[in-house]
T-cell receptor
């Protein structure tokens, strides 16, 4: 079935460092791809999305490009801030059990230090 | 409402007791989803509602878990005879257009079974 694999954390960076969180997927058809972020004590928030191959989603300085040839959707940010510390989830709109739903990766915890 | 509302935000219960978790989706969102997030784990799909019907219950872990939705709005997830392994954050999400466009999540209910 459809699935998402993302790099294990935690990822620890200093402020202003470059961030990459890897995400690859397995899916039939043409899923939409998402990054969600979960700040401490809060629910998941949609960070960005891409609906077709070569689309680039971007928000709050984060970006990710839908790469069909490598089945990847890596999250990047050029200069992280302490306030970016959170858990990041990659997800796809895939088919599981016959119904379309969001299928999530295990999450990657990011800690940014001053 | 403006967002997805879940109650209670925290629930501590004794092993063997029944619990009810409530989700109030965004007004007009016909699709509603329940997920479970265990400590350090990703998001595990539980059940999907379209209107008041639940076409996909494939993620419910046992027959102790059930859910209903009334009036195409509020949903209740019930766990009977709770066990310690039921301890987790239970997240509800709703969507107007389906998984391909992403969900809006509530802040979750943290359930602790002692």
């Amino acid at each position: 079935g459809d699935s998402v694999t993302q790099m294990e954390g935690p990822v620890t960076l200093s402020e202003e460092a470059f961030l990459t969180i890897n995400c690859t997927y397995t899916a039939t058809g043409y899923p939409s791809l998402f990054w969600y972020v979960q700040y401490p004590g809060e629910g998941l928030q949609l960070l960005l999305k891409a609906t077709k191959a070569d689309d680039k989603g971007s928000n709050k300085g984060f970006e990710a490009t839908y790469r069909k040839e490598t089945t990847s959707f890596h999250l990047e940010k050029g200069s992280v801030q302490v306030s970016d510390s959170a858990v990041y989830f990659c997800a796809l709109s895939g088919t599981s059990g016959g119904y379309n739903k969001l299928i999530f990766g295990a999450g990657t915890r990011l800690a940014v230090h001053p | 409402g403006a967002g997805v509302s879940q109650s209670p935000s925290n629930k501590v219960t004794e092993k063997g007791k029944d619990v009810e978790l409530r989700c109030d989706p965004i007004s007009g969102h016909t699709a509603l989803y329940w997920y479970r997030q265990s400590l350090g784990q990703g998001l595990e799909f539980l059940i999907y509602f379209q209107g008041n019907s639940a076409p996909d219950k494939s993620g419910l872990p046992s027959d102790r878990f059930s859910a209903e939705r009334t009036g195409g709005s509020v949903s209740t997830l019930t766990i009977q005879r709770t066990q310690q392994e039921d301890s987790a954050v239970y997240l509800c999400a709703s969507s107007l257009q389906g998984a391909s466009f992403g969900y809006t999540f509530g802040s979750g209910t943290r359930l602790t079974v002692v």
